[in-house]
């Protein structure tokens, strides 16, 4: 079988494979802001024992900012690339029980020096927002590790 490229096939082939190109880079890209970038690394925007750098302000901030990395690493994780959810000793998952842990009222540690890219926080956890979940962020990380990704259950 033969198939005629014209001009004007050529053409959007090309724009079809130089989308594909940087779609790829994006992806390459955002995945190295996730581990490098000052501002928005894992380990600056999770702390150790679990702080969230948006802790320090509503818990919609919080949790947004939970759910939008692990939005990366599941995206991460469908490209084949499982390494994202484990980065620095599954500081993801340490961030998420954090903040179910200060959600379900109980006593967390506040580091006031741990913020990014010099925010303007309040001191400690915002509390006029605690309590409240966003099921759909607690959702995706919960697939995870029901599934066994991060350890054996």
Not at 107 to 124: E, I, M
Request: hydrophobic residues 35%; proline residues 2%; glycine residues 10%.
């Amino acid at each position: 079988m033969f198939v005629l490229i014209t001009p004007v096939s050529f053409f959007f082939f090309f724009f079809f494979v130089l989308d594909a190109n940087m779609s790829l880079y994006r992806y390459n890209q955002g995945l190295n802001l996730y581990r490098s970038f000052t501002c928005a690394n894992v380990s600056g925007m999770i702390n150790a024992f679990g702080q969230n750098c948006e802790s320090g302000r509503d818990q919609g901030h919080t949790q947004l900012g939970l759910g939008n990395m692990a939005e990366l690493c599941q995206t991460a994780y469908n490209q084949g690339d499982t390494q994202y959810y484990n980065l620095l000793e599954d500081r993801l998952l340490v961030g998420y029980e954090y903040t179910a842990k200060y959600n379900l009222g109980n006593n967390v540690p506040y580091d006031s020096s741990f913020y990014r890219c010099g925010a303007n926080l309040v001191r400690s956890p915002l509390s006029s927002s605690r309590g409240l979940y966003s099921q759909q962020i607690f959702n995706g990380i919960y697939r995870w590790v029901a599934r066994g990704r991060i350890f054996q259950i």
